[in-house]
């Protein structure tokens, strides 16, 4: 139940698309769900986050776009940028809680030009 | 602070040997949380703390890991008699407080540990 799936496991995207990646999950009592982008040998930086009272957010080229009836949320990159490339991991958490993140297994996007 | 800092950067232990992983959370920030990343997974919660209270240690996957922050601050993860399965990236992360508002976590570079 703690469980955040997420897919695809990788993503090759050319320069200018569009780059959309899902997660799933179950647990109903997530309240917080925050999109983090990772470089080779960085630690994991925030992109963009959403809680369950919206069905959008949108940041410049990122929206996460929630369906709190089916327990999705997803990421799309509009104009997909070769500097868009990354690793990208979705996560839950109970923000009355300890705040702690359950990520999703992440999905690594390729830009090319 | 600029950020987060870990240290190590990279270590690499024999099997068997302990070690002490170190985090400089930026200043100010009251919670402070220890993840484990294997190649090409994402991060796994390990523990949690709220100043120098460990609040959540649920995910420490043996006692043979132990996490400590004795004054608030710079926080700990030791690993005693390590094994191979020890072996991945260990990240922290800190937020100005753990109260269910909007609490952004800042992860350092993490350090890459192998057990050899």
């Known amino acids: 139940q703690q469980q955040v799936k997420q897919s695809p496991q990788s993503l090759i995207v050319q320069k200018g698309g569009i780059s959309i990646i899902n997660c799933a999950y179950e647990?109903?009592?997530?309240?917080?769900f925050p999109w983090y982008q990772q470089f080779p040998g960085k630690g994991p930086a925030l992109l963009i986050a959403i809680r369950p009272d919206v069905s959008e957010k949108k940041e410049g080229r990122f929206t996460i776009s929630f369906n709190k009836s089916a327990k999705q949320f997803s990421l799309h990159i509009m104009d997909s940028q070769p500097g868009d490339s990354a690793t990208y991991f979705c996560a839950a958490s109970i923000q009355y809680n300890t705040d702690k993140l359950i990520f999703g297994t992440g999905t690594r996007l390729q830009v090319f030009p | 602070g600029a950020g987060v800092s870990q240290s190590p950067r990279y270590k690499v232990a024999k099997r068997g040997q302990d070690v002490a992983l170190r985090c400089d959370p930026i200043?100010?920030?009251?919670?402070l949380f220890w993840y484990q990343q294997a190649l090409g997974q994402g991060p796994e919660f390990l523990t949690y703390f709220q100043n120098e209270a460990q609040l959540d240690k649920s995910g420490l996957p043996s006692d043979r890991f132990f996490a400590e922050r004795p004054e608030g601050s710079v926080s700990t993860l030791k690993i005693q008699r390590t094994q191979q399965e020890d072996s991945a990236v260990y990240l922290c992360?800190?937020?100005?407080?753990?109260?269910?508002?909007?609490?952004?976590?800042?992860f350092g570079p993490g350090t890459r540990l192998t057990v050899l």
């Open positions: 200043s100010g920030h009251v919670s």
């Open positions: 992360a800190s937020s100005l407080n753990s109260a269910g508002g909007k609490n952004e976590q800042f």
């Open positions: 647990n109903t009592a997530f309240d917080y």
